[in-house]
């Protein structure tokens, strides 16, 4: 495991992610009962940015000025995203940076502690140890958050079912190996046969379209319920980049949330683009009946 989310917070993909995170956070609390969030892949929960600009030995350029760096400033945006944005600047200063440059970033973990209510429960699980070091120093110890050192996959079948009745997975693997798509179908696979209703969300890399097109069909052929996918890719199809977009499967959605999600991954799209080619939007696999 030499994945380090670090690197990448911030970045286009993140982005995306944690602004749909927030809408389906807010759909699940359309209804007053609670419900589990569980992060089966949570990262370290809070990123210097300034320490993206550092590998192990080498510079690196960082990714985030393509990102979060995009909307700073702005004031134009949807209302959703600025939403997302907000809970970002809050966590920066919470942190301690009072400049107008933004320093630290929150990962899904301490924006999802931002957004759910006091019935809300919430339960991370982080593999690689130092990871997990962090994340346990910064949210053990919380009432109604669990911090978990545990393969993510493993633990849906010790966490689901949940007592709440409602839950919201989220999977967001960093994709290593090659084995990461079936892993993520043969958890399906376990989550549904404890809990079918239960909401799942999984971010994948948009590299090559006919990787994605069999993941796809292997999650389809297993008794999926309504499910759509949204996309956003920053450059074209011929674009040279080795991840020029990212998506999110989201298998038994909130009601309603896809015309809202569709007209956010176009307009960040828009504005996160590198490259000709840029584009937003989503499609049903499944749909409702
Ligand atoms: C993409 S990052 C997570 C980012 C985080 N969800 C966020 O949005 O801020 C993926 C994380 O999964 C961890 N990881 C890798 N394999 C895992 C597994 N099988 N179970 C749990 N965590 C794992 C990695 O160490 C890494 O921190």
């Known amino acids: 495991m030499n994945y380090r989310h ?9 982005v995306f992610k944690h602004v749909v995170l927030g809408r389906l956070i807010s759909s699940l609390q359309r209804k007053d009962k609670g419900f589990l969030y569980l992060d089966t892949h949570a990262g370290r929960g809070r990123y210097d940015l300034a320490r993206a600009q550092h590998g192990e030995t080498l510079a690196r350029t960082p990714e985030w000025p ?11 945006m949807p209302v959703e995203v600025g939403h997302y944005l907000a809970a970002v600047r809050d966590f920066d200063r919470r942190c301690g940076n009072l400049t107008d440059e933004l320093r630290f970033y929150p990962g899904s973990p301490w924006l999802a502690k931002g957004w759910l209510r006091p019935q809300d429960r919430m339960a991370l699980c982080e593999l690689q140890p130092s990871e997990f070091a962090a994340l346990s120093s910064e949210m053990g110890g919380i009432p109604r958050v669990s911090v978990q050192p545990l393969n ?12 709440e009745k409602r839950a919201l ?20 696979e376990d989550i549904r046969a404890r809990m079918p209703a239960c909401t799942v969300a999984v971010w994948y890399p948009l590299t090559t379209r006919a990787r994605i097109d069999v993941f796809l069909s292997e999650l ?41 999600v569709r007209r956010l991954a176009t307009w960040l799209a828009s504005v996160l683009a590198v490259a000709p080619g840029a584009e937003g939007g989503l499609v049903w696999l499944v749909s409702e009946t």
């Not at 960093?174 to 399906?188: G, H, K, L, R, S």
């Open 6 to 14: 670090h690197y990448h917070a911030g970045n286009f993909a993140d």
């Open 66 to 76: 393509a990102g979060i760096g995009r909307l700073v400033g702005r004031s134009d």
């Open 152 to 163: 993510g996959y493993v633990a849906v079948r010790s966490m689901l079912p949940c007592s």
């Open 169 to 188: 997975v989220l999977i967001d693997p960093p994709f290593e190996d090659a084995n990461e798509w079936m892993a993520i179908v043969e958890a399906w």
């Open 220 to 260: 389809r052929s297993r008794q999926l319920p309504p499910t759509w996918v949204a996309e956003i890719a920053v450059a074209g199809t011929d674009s040279p980049l080795k991840m020029r977009g990212c998506g999110l499967v989201v298998v038994n959605p909130p009601w309603r949330l896809d015309e809202e």
